[in-house]
C-alpha cells in the first residue's frame, strides 16, 4: 500500500473512517479560522467577500479560494487592466521599481523579470523566472518590425506583448506584460508612439486573477452514506488544459457576474493536486473562514486532502 500524503491521517479501517466522516478530527477543524475583514494584506477585495458568500449560498457550494496579490486588488474592473487568463502562468510584482531615475507602476501586474529590479519579487525571484521561462516556452514567439517580440496565443486573434518602452512620468509600467484581443499590427513597437495609442484601445495590462481552491457540492454532502466523490473532467482553453468538476462552470460564471468583471478564468487548484496555500473558505450558510499555512510546506497537501475528506465530506478524483 503507497504511504499517505505527508501530513495527512492514516486511514485505519472502514469504522474508523466513518466514524472521522461524523465528527471530524479537532485538529483539522482548528485550521479554520474565523474569517477577518481587518485583516491588512486581505487576498481579495472587501466587496468580493460578500460577492463569493452569496454565491456560495445560491449554488449550495463550497467555495475555496487561494487568495491574490493584494496589490492586484486596486486594478480590478478597471478600464486599460485585466485579470490574468489560464494561459499566463507569470508572477505578478510584489513591490514597485524605480528604472532611468523614474517610478515604475508595477506592483500587483505581471512583468518580464528580464526588465526590472529582483526586487519586486520580495524574495521570490527564482519562482517569477521559473514561472516567466514556461510562459515564454508554452507561448508562440513571433518576431514583428526592428525585432520587437511578442507572443501569439495561437488560436485565433490574441496576443501578448511586454511594455518595453522607457520609463517616464506619462509611462509608467515599464516591463509589464500587456493582453489583446486583436491580432499584432505589422509595425508594433511599444517605443513608438503610433504603436502606443493603438495600445490604448486595445491591450490592457495584466493583473492577478482569482485562483479557485477547490468547489465542494455542499449537497451531495452525506456523511451516514461516506464521501462524496467529485469527479475531475478536462477541456483545453488557448491550448492549456483546463481541469474542473461538475460545479465549478457554474460558480464561475456566477462568480464573475457578482464581481462585475471576469476574475475566475479556469478550474480549482484540487482537480491538478493538492498544494500549499493560504485559502479562504465560504460557505453556503454564510460562513467564511480562512485556512492559513500553519504546518510546513511539505505536511499542507495531506492536511488539505483531509481536510477535503472530514471536514468537507469530499474527495476529488
Same mark, same amino acid.
Request: glycine letters at 8%; one cysteine or more; a neutral charge.
Given at each position: ?6 501530513g495527512s491521517i492514516t486511514r485505519r479501517g472502514a469504522k474508523a473512517e466513518m466514524g472521522r466522516l461524523l465528527r471530524p478530527p479537532q485538529r483539522l477543524l482548528e485550521k479554520l479560522e474565523p474569517f477577518d475583514f481587518a485583516e491588512v494584506n486581505l487576498g481579495l477585495r472587501r466587496a468580493d467577500v460578500v460577492a463569493f ?44 521599481? /524605480? %528604472? +532611468?531615475?523614474? =517610478? ?5 501586474? $505581471? ?9 519586486? #519579487? ?92 477547490? /468547489? %465542494? +457540492?455542499?449537497? =451531495? ?5 461516506? $464521501? ?9 482553453? #488557448? ?69 477535503f475528506r472530514y471536514v468537507f465530506g469530499t474527495e476529488v478524483v
Amino acid at each position: 500500500m503507497a504511504a499517505p500524503p505527508s501530513g495527512s491521517i492514516t486511514r485505519r479501517g472502514a469504522k474508523a473512517e466513518m466514524g472521522r466522516l461524523l465528527r471530524p478530527p479537532q485538529r483539522l477543524l482548528e485550521k479554520l479560522e474565523p474569517f477577518d475583514f481587518a485583516e491588512v494584506n486581505l487576498g481579495l477585495r472587501r466587496a468580493d467577500v460578500v460577492a463569493f458568500s452569496e454565491v456560495a449560498a445560491a449554488t449550495d457550494t463550497i467555495i475555496l479560494l487561494r487568495t491574490t496579490n493584494p496589490k492586484s486588488l486596486p486594478y480590478i474592473g478597471v478600464t486599460g487592466y485585466t485579470a490574468k487568463p489560464i494561459d499566463c502562468k507569470a508572477k505578478t510584482a510584489k513591490a514597485d521599481d /524605480v %528604472v +532611468d531615475g523614474y =517610478a515604475v507602476e508595477c506592483a500587483g501586474l $505581471v512583468v518580464d523579470p528580464r526588465c526590472l529590479s529582483q526586487k519586486v #519579487f520580495a524574495g521570490n525571484e527564482d519562482k517569477a523566472a521559473e514561472c516567466w521561462q514556461k510562459f515564454v516556452h508554452d507561448q508562440h514567439r513571433i518576431k514583428v518590425k526592428d525585432g520587437v517580440e511578442v507572443f501569439s496565443r495561437g488560436i485565433g486573434k490574441g496576443f501578448y506583448a511586454v511594455d518595453t518602452a522607457r520609463p517616464s512620468t506619462t509611462q509608467r509600467h515599464h516591463g509589464c506584460l500587456m493582453l489583446s484581443s486583436q491580432g499584432v499590427p505589422n509595425d508594433f513597437d511599444p517605443a513608438r508612439s503610433h504603436t502606443r495609442a493603438w495600445m490604448q484601445q486595445h491591450m490592457a495590462y495584466v493583473h492577478g486573477d482569482y485562483d479557485l481552491y477547490g /468547489v %465542494v +457540492d455542499a449537497a =451531495a454532502i452525506d456523511r451516514k452514506r461516506g $464521501v462524496n466523490v467529485q469527479h475531475v473532467k478536462n477541456e483545453i482553453i #488557448f491550448e492549456t488544459e483546463n481541469l474542473f468538476t461538475d460545479r465549478t462552470h457554474d460558480v464561475q460564471k456566477s462568480l464573475n457576474a457578482a464581481i462585475g468583471c471576469d476574475m475566475v478564468h479556469h478550474g480549482e487548484q484540487v482537480a491538478y493536486k493538492f498544494s500549499a496555500d493560504k485559502i479562504y473558505v465560504f460557505a453556503p450558510n454564510g460562513g467564511k473562514w480562512l485556512i492559513r499555512k500553519g504546518v510546513s510546506e511539505k505536511e499542507m497537501p495531506g492536511m488539505l486532502s483531509d481536510l477535503f475528506r472530514y471536514v468537507f465530506g469530499t474527495e476529488v478524483v
